[in-house]
Structures are given as structure tokens and as C-alpha cells.
């Protein structure tokens, strides 16, 4: 079973700043990599698969990057509604998720 | 407009059974896996397993495995999500969620709050 790391736990960062969080898978799976934002009490929200391809009505703001096992997920300029946590999912073994990342006011 | 409904929280005790639902609209049922991901509050997702609601083939997390059971109805667009014997550490918040051919999941339940305590 694949094991997804994210990096770091938590990311203070100030409106208008760019965030970049990690992901490392523990073995490869190519650039089948999606991130989800989840806000308290809601339902994870699709923002980026395939490493890359932003969801349908994602801003521009959010970015992927990387492939086999290191991936990244830009935030260019965080804008007050982004204050969330953010899950990586690899989807070429099983569906495992990473642990999270929040992304938190500094 | 795609649409994922599921039942309302549960409060159950330890040993009791229960199935959780999650009602499809807004597409063909059949034409899309359904997935089931477990939140224990305060804590990250896990993928629990997921099924083909067109044949009802199932394939479940080794996490999961023997402890849930996945099914479907194809005559009223609703996965289910069971347990026969719960125990507190199920307590936890279940979504449902659609497997695009991709594999991602585009589209969420609301989630079903399920608390098992004596």
C-alpha cells in the first residue's frame, strides 16, 4: 500500500502570499495525484488531478505540480476563503489520501 | 446538476447495526463507481471502498475490509454504506462520493455524522 506524506502539518501564511505545500508518495504513481480542500463542516472540494489539471471553476490562484512521488500544490496569492485543509490522493494503487495540510492565518 | 443526498446522523450503541445511504441525481447511476470515505473527527480522510452500482462489484480497503459492507440499488440511485455489530471506533463522519472515469472524486455527499456510544 502507497503512503502519502504531506508537508508541513501546518502553514502559516499572510492573505496575499503564496503557499506551497508538499506531497510524497512512498513509491510512484505517475501523475495520478489529486488535492482536495476541505472548510470546517463541509465536504472535500476537487481542485486539482492529474497532478496538474485544475478542476472545473478552480481559480488560476491554484497550481500543481510534480510526478512519480514528489508533488506540489502552489496557492499564488491566498485570498481569505482559502484558509482550509488540503488533502493529496494518489489514485494509481488505491485511493490513499495524505494526512493534511492546514493552511492557516499568520 | 449532479447530486449527492445522504441520511441524517445516527447515534447508535456498540454492537448495533446500521446502514447509511447516499441517493444519485443529476446523472445515469450506473454509469459511475461510488466511493465511501471515513473522517474520524478531527482527522484526515480514508477511502473505505467503493462500487460499481451497474454489476455491484465491490472492492474495499484492507482497513475495511470484513467490517463494512457496500452495496447498491439500482432502481432507486442509492448506495449504502452497512455494519452489522458497530463499535466506538466507528464513530466517524461517512461520505459518499462519485469516481470519475479518472478515478478522482468530482463529486461529494454532505456526509452522514455517525456516533457509536454506550
Known amino acids: 500500500e502507497i503512503v502519502m506524506t504531506q508537508s508541513p502539518a501546518t502553514l502559516s501564511v499572510s492573505p496575499g502570499e503564496r503557499a506551497t505545500l508538499s506531497c510524497r508518495a512512498s513509491?510512484?504513481?505517475?501523475?495520478?495525484l489529486a488535492w482536495y480542500q476541505q472548510k470546517p463542516g463541509q465536504a472535500p472540494r476537487l481542485l486539482i488531478y492529474?497532478?496538474?489539471t485544475r478542476a472545473t471553476g478552480i481559480p488560476a490562484r491554484f497550481s500543481g505540480s510534480g510526478s512519480g512521488t514528489e508533488f506540489t500544490l502552489t496557492i499564488s496569492s491566498l485570498q481569505s476563503e482559502d484558509f482550509a485543509v488540503y488533502y493529496c490522493?494518489?489514485?494509481?494503487?488505491?485511493?490513499?489520501f495524505g494526512q493534511g495540510t492546514k493552511v492557516e492565518i499568520k | 446538476e449532479v447530486h449527492l443526498v445522504q441520511s441524517g446522523a445516527e447515534v447508535k450503541k456498540p454492537g448495533e447495526s446500521l446502514r447509511i445511504s447516499c441517493k444519485g441525481s443529476g446523472y445515469k447511476f450506473t454509469d459511475y463507481w461510488m466511493a465511501w470515505v471515513r473522517q474520524v473527527p478531527g482527522k484526515g480522510l480514508e477511502w473505505m471502498g467503493r462500487?460499481?452500482?451497474?454489476?455491484?462489484?465491490?472492492t474495499y480497503s484492507p482497513s475495511f475490509q470484513g467490517h463494512v459492507t457496500i452495496s447498491a440499488d439500482k432502481s432507486s440511485d442509492t448506495a449504502y454504506l452497512q455494519w452489522t455489530s458497530l463499535e466506538a471506533s466507528d464513530t466517524a463522519i461517512f461520505y459518499c462520493?462519485?469516481?470519475?472515469?479518472?478515478?478522482?472524486?468530482?463529486?461529494w455527499g454532505q456526509g452522514t455524522l455517525v456516533t457509536v456510544s454506550s
Open positions: 462520493a462519485r469516481q470519475e472515469p479518472g478515478n478522482v472524486f468530482q463529486f
Open positions: 492529474g497532478a496538474s
Open positions: 462500487i460499481d452500482p451497474s454489476d455491484s462489484y465491490t
Open positions: 513509491q510512484s504513481v505517475s501523475n495520478n
Open positions: 490522493q494518489e489514485y494509481n494503487d488505491w485511493w490513499t
